[in-house]
C-alpha cells in the first residue's frame, strides 16, 4: 500500500509540475511574440533600405506583399513573395524575393530591387551555403561585390553583358569559384526579365 501511495504522490507531482511549466511556457510565449514579431520587421525592413533607398516610396513596404505564382525566371517551383514599394499610392519600384538556382552547394536566396524603370537598386543575398572563403563572397558581409548590380539594367546587349568576365561578360567572378557568381548574375538577370514580362501588371496594383 505504501508503495501505491508513494506512486500516486509522484504521479501528482509530476502532473502539477507538467501543468505549472506548460503555464510558464504559454505566458512567455505570450509576452514576448509581440516583441519577435516587431524584430522580424525591423530586421526586414533594414534589408529593404539597403537596396532600396528610403525616399522611394512612403508605404508600410513589408505589408504590402503579394504573392507570384511559380515561375522558372524566379529560380523555382514555389511561388515567391514581392513587395510593392509605393509612393503617394504609385508603385516606384518592385523588391522580389527570388532563388539562385546552380550554387556550388545549393541554392542561394536572394532580394533584388528593381524600379519602375527596370533598373536595379540593390541586391543582397539573405541564404546560402557556399563555401566560406569562396563562393560566399557573394555575401555583402564578405566583400562588397554584390554592388555591382546597382544600375544595371537588361540592354540591347544583354546576353553578352550578363555573365561573369570569365565568360565575356562584365561581372567579376573570384578566384577559385566562378559557379556562385555565375549562378547570381544568371538570378538578377533573370528577374529582370520577370519584371519586363510582368511590368505592367506589377505596377498597377
Same mark, same amino acid.
Do not use: C
Given at each position: 500500500?505504501? =508503495?501505491?501511495?508513494?506512486?500516486?504522490?509522484?504521479?501528482?507531482?509530476?502532473?502539477?509540475?507538467?501543468?505549472?511549466?506548460?503555464?510558464?511556457?504559454?505566458?512567455?510565449?505570450?509576452?514576448?511574440?509581440?516583441?519577435?514579431?516587431?524584430?522580424?520587421?525591423?530586421?526586414?525592413?533594414?534589408?529593404?533600405?539597403?537596396?532600396?533607398?528610403?525616399?522611394?516610396?512612403?508605404?508600410?513596404?513589408?505589408?504590402?506583399?503579394?504573392?507570384?505564382?511559380?515561375?522558372?525566371?524566379?529560380?523555382?517551383?514555389?511561388?515567391?513573395?514581392?513587395?510593392?514599394?509605393?509612393?503617394?499610392?504609385?508603385?516606384?519600384?518592385?523588391?522580389?524575393?527570388?532563388?539562385?538556382?546552380?550554387?556550388?552547394?545549393?541554392?542561394?536566396?536572394?532580394?533584388?530591387?528593381?524600379?519602375?524603370?527596370?533598373?536595379?537598386?540593390?541586391?543582397?543575398?539573405?541564404?546560402?551555403?557556399?563555401?566560406?572563403?569562396?563562393?560566399?563572397?557573394?555575401?555583402?558581409?564578405?566583400?562588397?561585390?554584390?554592388?555591382?548590380?546597382?544600375?544595371?539594367?537588361?540592354?540591347?546587349?544583354?546576353?553578352?553583358?550578363?555573365?561573369?568576365?570569365?565568360?565575356?561578360?562584365?561581372?567579376?567572378?573570384?578566384?577559385?569559384?566562378? =559557379?556562385?557568381?555565375?549562378?547570381?548574375?544568371?538570378?538578377?538577370?533573370?528577374?529582370?526579365?520577370?519584371?519586363?514580362?510582368?511590368?505592367?501588371? /506589377? /505596377?498597377?496594383?
Amino acid at each position: 500500500m505504501d =508503495i501505491f501511495a508513494s506512486i500516486r504522490r509522484n504521479s501528482l507531482g509530476l502532473g502539477i509540475f507538467a501543468v505549472v511549466t506548460a503555464g510558464i511556457i504559454a505566458t512567455t510565449h505570450q509576452l514576448t511574440k509581440q516583441t519577435i514579431a516587431d524584430n522580424i520587421v525591423q530586421a526586414q525592413l533594414a534589408a529593404f533600405n539597403e537596396i532600396l533607398p528610403t525616399d522611394r516610396y512612403n508605404n508600410e513596404l513589408y505589408k504590402a506583399v503579394v504573392t507570384l505564382e511559380a515561375d522558372a525566371l524566379l529560380g523555382s517551383d514555389e511561388p515567391h513573395h514581392a513587395y510593392l514599394a509605393k509612393m503617394d499610392g504609385k508603385v516606384t519600384a518592385v523588391i522580389f524575393e527570388t532563388t539562385a538556382p546552380g550554387g556550388y552547394n545549393g541554392n542561394l536566396e536572394l532580394l533584388v530591387a528593381i524600379d519602375k524603370d527596370g533598373i536595379v537598386t540593390g541586391s543582397r543575398i539573405i541564404s546560402h551555403k557556399e563555401t566560406p572563403g569562396l563562393g560566399d563572397k557573394v555575401d555583402v558581409k564578405k566583400s562588397p561585390w554584390v554592388h555591382s548590380f546597382v544600375g544595371t539594367f537588361l540592354g540591347e546587349n544583354s546576353e553578352k553583358q550578363w555573365q561573369v568576365k570569365k565568360d565575356g561578360g562584365k561581372f567579376d567572378q573570384f578566384t577559385g569559384a566562378t =559557379i556562385t557568381p555565375r549562378a547570381v548574375v544568371r538570378a538578377v538577370k533573370n528577374t529582370l526579365t520577370y519584371f519586363d514580362q510582368n511590368k505592367d501588371s /506589377l /505596377l498597377q496594383r
